[in-house]
């Protein structure tokens, strides 16, 4: 039995992460220039693995983290499943414990187990859940893609490892993310291990060190 191996990687740094605001699957920002940058050392440190296969979620700052990989010729498929949660009423704004009790309220909530209860306006951890199975499902019907990259959101990516892992929910978040982190993971017929967690090696390489497409 071959070895899928799989590098899933959250986006780049947009103006949006660098203000502490709200961006779920209704806020379409780019990525800034840190994440650009980010992108490049990512590039640099994996341009020689043989990716079969990109995936993203239809979200720019999600393509463009990928897109020199893409610009290879490396065929990319963009799924919805991938895309973030939908934090409803509070995209576009800045959170902070003080100003919104109840949005960090809903995420204790989740983290108690009520992973089916939705945030206002917006998506419950279930419901994205849910939406990523016809995505998973794809992926694990596609033996001939032996290496791929997948490139999607923090929140969306929390569920995505729950699915992949077999954890409930309510532990979400024990995945940490950060922008452009990488969790590289194999997967052997019947079961997903992660060789990588919370990876950001890669960025720590100097500035000098990296060449601008």
């Known amino acids: 039995m071959s ?16 203000q502490s605001i709200v961006q779920g699957s209704g806020v379409d920002a780019p990525l800034n220039a840190t994440g650009q940058r ?34 290879l010729g490396i065929p990319h498929e963009k799924h919805a499943g ?3 949660i939908n934090w409803g009423t ?29 945030i206002e306006g917006g998506e419950s951890p279930d419901l ?23 490139c999607m959101h923090g929140r969306a990516m929390r ?13 979400m978040d024990e995945f940490r ?7 590289e993971l194999d997967y052997t017929g019947s079961m997903f291990a992660v060789r990588k967690y919370c990876d950001v090696a890669h960025l720590q390489v100097p500035a000098e060190g990296i060449t601008q497409k």
């Open 90 to 118: 509070r995209e576009g704004t800045r959170i902070t414990p003080e100003e919104d009790a109840y949005y960090h309220g809903i995420l204790q909530t989740w983290c108690d187990g009520n992973t089916g209860i939705c």
């Open 3 to 18: 070895i899928k191996k799989v590098y899933l990687i959250r986006h780049g740094q947009t103006d949006y992460n660098l």
């Open 82 to 84: 991938l895309n973030e």
């Open 128 to 150: 994205v859940y849910e939406r990523q199975k016809p995505f998973i499902d794809l992926m694990l019907s596609r033996p001939e893609e032996e290496t791929i990259l997948v």
């Open 38 to 71: 980010q992108a490049e050392l990512f590039y640099q440190k994996y341009k020689d693995v043989k990716f079969d296969k990109v995936y993203t979620s239809t979200l720019q700052r999600s393509i463009q983290s990928v897109q020199r990989f893409i610009d």
């Open 177 to 183: 993310h950060e922008n452009l982190c990488l969790y």
């Open 159 to 171: 569920i995505l490892l729950c699915q992949l892992l077999r954890y409930p929910l309510r532990c």
